[in-house]
């Protein structure tokens, strides 16, 4: 079977794993965190960034870090993983959703400015597939009204808007290494603090709502608790993983935007013959390979030709659910429809990306699509 997604490994992550228990040093924030941190720091001038176990927990870290509680509203897509809202209902907050572009799955500027009201405290965007959301327009809501950006560039590592590193926009920003990824550790994710006066209060929350990690800087000659906080902070076993990933980067992009425009050419007789759609990247945005997917006429469509991929042992998928219409939220989203994430939920079908697939399994999975419609 071609599998929707399988971790390639490099071979340094091993070495780094063994290093870290030969040493004897598993729990966190030690030699490998160190190391992960200052790569993020460097590459793309992050100030200030903190391993966490997933994006997840980021996204939670963020919500405590800009005190989101009852009465806030947060406007979110609601073509996203539950994640993103999440980490917002947990603190008590009001989930506001707001619908894609018509041509690409990320949040709508003009949705995000009819869903704004005098209790929004944030905004938070997801940059789908690791193109970039139109961040300038953006920018300038959050300006005007006086409010949080939350940057979910889960699938967004290397990518970026008008030559400025996606991350680098919001008060917070948080990062996703889940096997799905580009660059994996199995689970883990980041915290990116661009806010520098909630730089010092971020450590506080990582580490169970202690001053422990300037205690262990030798600023403070003890430590307590002294805030809210968890246990957000991966083992070293997680980051030594991760930098091996980290230090084959360009290896794991190239391989993958290979990948990504062998797709585009081979499809493109098919979606200029009105068959479906291919991905549309922004002209201020770049491609970083995260995921290939086409967006069907129908949801009919959509089930129709997954079946008979799957039939041939070809590992494709669809994607989100639109949040709005699940079963949790139905009956508190309070808004208008939003037809274009559900477009994206009924009809957009991801095929397989990842470093192990060959030229040949490619022509397969684009000649079985060909395939498919030539026989219907």
Same mark, same amino acid.
């Given at each position: 079977?071609i599998?929707?997604?399988?971790?390639?490994?490099?071979?340094?992550?091993l070495?780094?794993?063994?290093?870290?228990?030969?040493?004897?040093?598993?729990?966190?924030?030690?030699?490998?965190?160190?190391?992960?941190?200052?790569?993020?720091?460097?590459?793309?001038?992050?100030?200030?960034?903190?391993?966490?176990?997933?994006?997840?927990?980021?996204?939670?870290?963020?919500?405590?870090?800009?005190?989101?509680?009852?009465?806030? $509203?947060?406007?979110?897509?609601?073509?996203?993983?539950?994640?993103?809202?999440?980490?917002?209902?947990?603190?008590?907050?009001?989930?506001?959703?707001?619908?894609?572009?018509?041509?690409?799955?990320?949040?709508?500027?003009?949705?995000?400015?009819?869903?704004?009201?005098?209790?929004?405290k944030?905004i938070?965007?997801?940059?789908?597939?690791?193109?970039?959301?139109?961040?300038?327009?953006?920018?300038?809501?959050?300006?005007?009204?006086? *409010?949080?950006?939350?940057?979910?560039a889960?699938?967004?590592?290397?990518?970026?808007?008008?030559?400025?590193?996606?991350?680098?926009?919001?008060?917070?920003?948080?990062?996703?290494?889940?096997?799905?990824?580009?660059?994996?550790?199995?689970?883990?994710? *980041?915290?990116?603090?661009?806010?520098?006066?909630?730089?010092?209060?971020? $450590?506080? *929350?990582?580490?169970?709502?202690?001053?422990?990690?300037?205690?262990?800087?030798?600023?403070?000659?003890?430590?307590?608790?002294?805030?809210?906080?968890?246990?957000?902070?991966?083992?070293? *076993?997680?980051?030594?993983?991760?930098?091996g990933?980290?230090?084959?980067?360009?290896?794991?992009?190239?391989?993958?935007?290979?990948?990504?425009?062998?797709?585009?050419?081979k499809?493109?007789?098919?979606?200029?013959?009105?068959?479906?759609?291919?991905?549309?990247?922004?002209e201020?945005?770049?491609?970083?390979?995260?995921?290939?997917?086409?967006?069907?006429?129908?949801?009919?469509?959509?089930?129709?030709?997954?079946?008979?991929?799957?039939?041939?042992?070809?590992?494709?998928?669809?994607?989100?659910?639109?949040l709005?219409?699940?079963?949790?939220?139905?009956?508190?989203?309070?808004?208008?429809?939003?037809?274009?994430?559900?477009?994206?939920?009924e009809?957009?079908?991801?095929?397989?990306?990842?470093?192990?697939?060959?030229?040949?399994?490619?022509?397969?999975?684009?000649?079985?699509?060909?395939?498919?419609?030539?026989?219907?």
């Amino acid at each position: 079977m071609i599998r929707f997604n399988k971790p390639y490994l490099f071979g340094p992550e091993l070495q780094n794993v063994n290093q870290a228990v030969t040493q004897g040093r598993l729990a966190g924030n030690g030699q490998f965190t160190k190391q992960c941190h200052k790569f993020f720091e460097d590459r793309y001038g992050f100030s200030k960034v903190l391993l966490t176990t997933s994006c997840t927990d980021a996204l939670e870290m963020s919500s405590l870090l800009l005190n989101i509680g009852p009465g806030d $509203e947060i406007i979110i897509p609601s073509f996203t993983f539950v994640s993103t809202a999440n980490a917002f209902v947990l603190r008590g907050a009001k989930i506001v959703f707001a619908d894609s572009n018509e041509s690409h799955p990320n949040i709508s500027v003009d949705s995000i400015r009819r869903c704004i009201t005098a209790q929004t405290k944030a905004i938070v965007v997801v940059h789908y597939g690791g193109a970039a959301c139109d961040m300038n327009s953006i920018m300038d809501l959050v300006k005007e009204h006086d *409010l949080f950006l939350i940057e979910d560039a889960a699938q967004a590592i290397e990518s970026f808007y008008k030559g400025k590193p996606l991350g680098s926009f919001g008060h917070c920003a948080t990062f996703s290494f889940h096997e799905t990824k580009n660059v994996v550790a199995g689970e883990g994710g *980041l915290l990116v603090v661009n806010d520098t006066s909630l730089q010092k209060r971020s $450590e506080i *929350l990582w580490e169970k709502g202690t001053n422990r990690t300037a205690f262990f800087r030798g600023e403070i000659d003890k430590y307590g608790w002294v805030d809210l906080g968890s246990s957000f902070l991966p083992s070293e *076993l997680i980051a030594a993983y991760l930098f091996g990933q980290l230090s084959h980067i360009d290896d794991i992009q190239s391989g993958r935007i290979k990948i990504w425009n062998a797709y585009f050419k081979k499809l493109s007789k098919l979606s200029e013959a009105g068959y479906f759609e291919l991905p549309r990247i922004p002209e201020y945005a770049t491609n970083n390979g995260h995921v290939f997917f086409i967006v069907l006429k129908s949801k009919q469509e959509r089930d129709a030709l997954l079946n008979h991929l799957k039939t041939l042992e070809i590992g494709a998928v669809f994607h989100y659910l639109s949040l709005h219409k699940s079963e949790y939220y139905k009956d508190k989203h309070e808004g208008s429809d939003l037809p274009n994430s559900d477009r994206f939920s009924e009809c957009l079908l991801r095929l397989p990306l990842h470093l192990h697939l060959s030229n040949t399994d490619i022509d397969f999975i684009c000649k079985s699509i060909e395939d498919y419609y030539s026989n219907s």
